[in-house]
């Protein structure tokens, strides 16, 4: 029995705990190097000043939009062939990933060219000058070039994950962030290339892996592999992906344009804020690592017994990884809100004392409230496993458009809470957002593609 047939047994009948947690783990650590390609870049820019660190921050948002709207295809990718690998038929889980191959690549080559052309704008939009619209035109003018390589690496891990196979993504990414970390002090404090030498060494990162991942991809020994020349183009697959894919696409990127507008409010506060956010957001990302694992296995466990027609232990996924991910994180952030932890995290990536004392401000409130992530990321999971994106798309959407920028402006302009208006912001907005979504959940709108199919 080949790996790809053991974990499927696994997900649709063996331990559930042992199957969510044997794809959890390797996502937690992929997500973790993966976090680590702009964790590197943020702290050795930080030894250079504060104007590169406000630099990346304000920026960083736009590349995630690009980003997150095609991660939504490969999304779509990893739970519909998923749902093939479920129900046995082999023969459209290699159609689909064909079609996702195809998709993801030209919106790759489309959405780079595009935003490469109107860098400067969006930089000046932002409400960047100076020195700062000089250096977030440079990064990500570089940074948004290697999309094409990215989405190969998403597109692998997504068929490998829709089998059940979470490993193989992480060695991959382990590898290119090794390059990435060996590149970056190279590129900025021995060459002095500064911002650009951080946007390179990112980008030259993923080339190898993306090879990588091309050779992987188009191995035909492998159970699900991509052949371009058997590809036929099929209206109801493409329609499939368009109706779980482009509602999260749209609502992941449109939350991503809230971040961006969001740091706009930010920078009326000055570079410091700026970099303080940006530090806060970077670290708050790796506290929730759990939680988003989990919500991933609970796609995939979930994707695959929906495909064999076992919804009850969807729900049982969903239930038991909940519970582990709201007493993890909410252990880990009683520990991490203390003032002398988050000082003590902050201080590794910025000397400045104002932006110290402004990060580990943020960090704390963040910490504090991040069990709430578990709560939503689980939901959310099994929402988008059910092919249910419509959902997700709305509460994604609303948790930033609505919650978020109505929460900042009460903070803001009746409490007078200044930059601490921003923190509060996002704490409340996440909390409010996992209650609906968990309300959601209860109503039973999940079942509603499988309903419909």
Same mark, same amino acid.
């Given at each position: 029995?080949?790996?790809?047939?053991?974990?499927?047994?696994?997900?649709?009948?063996?331990?559930?705990?042992?199957?969510?947690?044997?794809?959890?783990?390797?996502?937690?650590?992929?997500?973790?190097?993966?976090?680590?390609?702009?964790?590197?870049?943020?702290?050795?820019?930080?030894?250079?000043?504060?104007?590169?660190?406000?630099?990346?921050?304000?920026?960083?948002?736009?590349?995630?939009?690009?980003?997150?709207?095609?991660?939504?295809?490969?999304?779509?990718?990893?739970?519909?062939?998923?749902?093939?690998?479920?129900?046995?038929?082999?023969?459209?889980?290699?159609?689909?990933?064909?079609?996702?191959?195809?998709?993801?690549?030209?919106?790759?080559?489309?959405?780079?060219?595009?935003?490469?052309?109107?860098?400067?704008?969006?930089?000046?939009?932002?409400?960047?000058?100076?020195?700062?619209?000089?250096?977030?035109?440079?990064?990500?003018?570089?940074?948004?070039?290697?999309?094409?390589?990215?989405?190969?690496?998403?597109?692998?891990?997504?068929?490998?994950?829709?089998?059940?196979?979470?490993?193989?993504?992480?060695?991959?990414?382990?590898?290119?962030?090794?390059?990435?970390?060996?590149?970056?002090?190279?590129?900025?404090?021995?060459?002095?290339?500064?911002?650009?030498?951080?946007?390179?060494?990112? %980008? #030259?990162?993923? $080339?190898?892996?993306?090879?990588? &991942?091309?050779?992987? /991809?188009?191995?035909?020994?492998? !159970?699900? +592999? =991509?052949?371009?020349?058997?590809?036929?183009?099929?209206?109801?697959?493409?329609?499939?992906?368009?109706?779980?894919?482009?509602?999260?696409?749209?609502?992941?990127?449109?939350?991503?344009?809230?971040?961006?507008?969001?740091?706009?409010?930010?920078?009326?506060?000055?570079?410091?804020?700026?970099?303080?956010?940006?530090?806060?957001?970077?670290?708050?990302?790796?506290?929730?690592?759990?939680?988003?694992?989990?919500?991933?296995?609970?796609?995939?466990?979930?994707?695959?017994?929906?495909?064999?027609?076992?919804?009850?232990?969807?729900?049982?996924?969903?239930?038991?990884? %909940? #519970?582990?991910? $709201?007493?993890?994180?909410?252990? &880990?952030?009683?520990? /991490?809100?203390?003032?002398?932890? !988050?000082? +003590? =995290?902050?201080?590794?990536?910025?000397?400045?004392?104002?932006?110290?004392?402004?990060?580990?401000?943020?960090?704390?409130?963040?910490?504090?409230?991040?069990?709430?992530?578990?709560?939503?990321?689980?939901?959310?999971?099994?929402?988008?496993?059910?092919?249910?994106?419509?959902?997700?798309?709305?509460?994604?959407?609303?948790?930033?458009?609505?919650?978020?920028?109505?929460?900042?402006?009460?903070?803001?302009?009746?409490?007078?809470?200044?930059?601490?208006?921003?923190?509060?912001?996002?704490?409340?907005?996440?909390?409010?957002?996992?209650?609906?979504?968990?309300?959601?959940?209860?109503?039973?709108?999940?079942?509603?593609?499988?309903?419909?199919?």
């Amino acid at each position: 029995m080949s790996k790809a047939a053991k974990n499927t047994e696994e997900i649709l009948s063996g331990s559930m705990i042992k199957a969510l947690l044997s794809l959890a783990i390797p996502i937690v650590v992929n997500n973790f190097i993966q976090t680590m390609y702009n964790l590197t870049d943020t702290y050795w820019l930080g030894k250079l000043g504060t104007n590169e660190m406000a630099s990346i921050s304000l920026v960083t948002p736009m590349q995630s939009i690009i980003i997150n709207f095609g991660s939504g295809i490969t999304l779509a990718g990893s739970i519909l062939i998923s749902q093939y690998v479920g129900a046995r038929d082999e023969k459209n889980a290699r159609a689909m990933a064909n079609h996702i191959f195809v998709c993801s690549m030209l919106l790759a080559l489309f959405s780079g060219i595009l935003c490469f052309l109107f860098t400067p704008s969006i930089v000046k939009w932002l409400g960047a000058d100076g020195t700062i619209h000089s250096m977030g035109t440079t990064y990500l003018r570089i940074v948004i070039t290697d999309l094409p390589f990215l989405f190969m690496i998403n597109i692998f891990s997504a068929v490998n994950q829709a089998q059940g196979n979470t490993v193989r993504p992480m060695q991959l990414n382990m590898f290119g962030v090794i390059i990435n970390m060996l590149l970056d002090p190279l590129f900025i404090m021995v060459f002095k290339w500064g911002i650009a030498g951080a946007a390179l060494a990112t %980008m #030259l990162a993923k $080339v190898p892996c993306a090879i990588i &991942a091309a050779v992987s /991809l188009f191995n035909s020994k492998h !159970s699900i +592999s =991509i052949n371009l020349r058997k590809f036929k183009f099929n209206t109801k697959m493409f329609n499939n992906i368009l109706s779980v894919g482009l509602p999260t696409a749209i609502g992941s990127s449109t939350m991503q344009f809230g971040f961006l507008l969001m740091t706009k409010n930010v920078l009326v506060y000055g570079n410091d804020a700026m970099a303080a956010y940006g530090i806060g957001n970077k670290i708050n990302s790796i506290i929730t690592m759990p939680a988003n694992a989990m919500g991933s296995s609970v796609a995939t466990i979930a994707g695959q017994n929906i495909g064999a027609n076992q919804p009850s232990r969807a729900i049982e996924a969903y239930r038991k990884s %909940m #519970l582990i991910a $709201v007493i993890f994180l909410f252990t &880990a952030g009683l520990i /991490l809100s203390r003032p002398v932890v !988050s000082t +003590s =995290i902050v201080k590794i990536f910025s000397s400045d004392d104002n932006v110290i004392h402004m990060a580990a401000d943020f960090l704390s409130i963040m910490a504090f409230w991040c069990f709430t992530n578990a709560v939503y990321n689980n939901t959310v999971g099994l929402f988008n496993g059910a092919g249910n994106t419509i959902v997700t798309m709305i509460v994604d959407a609303s948790r930033l458009w609505i919650f978020r920028f109505a929460t900042l402006f009460i903070f803001s302009h009746f409490f007078h809470m200044e930059e601490r208006s921003v923190w509060y912001s996002v704490v409340a907005s996440n909390g409010i957002s996992a209650l609906i979504i968990y309300i959601c959940y209860k109503l039973g709108w999940w079942k509603w593609r499988i309903h419909k199919e």
